[in-house]
């Protein structure tokens, strides 16, 4: 993306309004969500009581929860990302524990909680020209 093209400023409450998620999205709103979701620095998140890094333009989502509020099927979901992977858009990867300290109890739930929801991290290639 050229430094010098237009762009427009768009609110972040506008990914929270009904007008943006009352329907099912078309690719291109997918896409626009995507950055959106993604880290604009680099940051950390808490998520089943472990800590993850992720760089700037990186996010993680499960597939239930963006099929859900993409209104896809995970079939489709899965498609898209596989195109746009083959496209050089994104790239998954699984995601990388920062911290681990656990019981052996709190291992075996969390293990169950992960099979059930797979964490992978979407990488946005060349996120910066964004």
């Known amino acids: 993306m050229d430094d010098n093209e237009p762009y427009i400023k768009v609110l ?4 929270r309004d009904p007008l943006w998620t009352s329907e099912e999205f078309t690719k291109g709103q997918a ?7 993604a ?12 800590r993850y890094n992720l760089r700037r333009g990186q996010l993680s989502h499960t597939e239930g929860f963006l099929a859900n509020r993409w209104g ?11 195109n746009w992977q083959d ?3 994104i790239k998954i990867t699984k995601l990388e524990q920062r911290t681990a300290q656990r019981t ?13 929801q797979p ?5 946005i290639c060349k996120y910066d020209g964004y």
Do not use: E, P
């Open 12 to 15: 972040r409450k506008l990914f």
């Open 31 to 37: 896409w626009v969500d995507l950055l959106y979701w």
């Open 39 to 50: 880290y604009h620095s680099n940051g950390n998140f808490k998520w089943d009581g472990r």
């Open 72 to 82: 896809w099927s995970r079939n489709k979901l899965r498609r898209t990302f596989q």
């Open 87 to 89: 496209c050089g858009m």
């Open 104 to 116: 052996a109890q709190q291992t075996a739930q969390q293990t169950a909680q992960r099979t059930a």
């Open 119 to 123: 964490k992978n991290v979407i990488s």
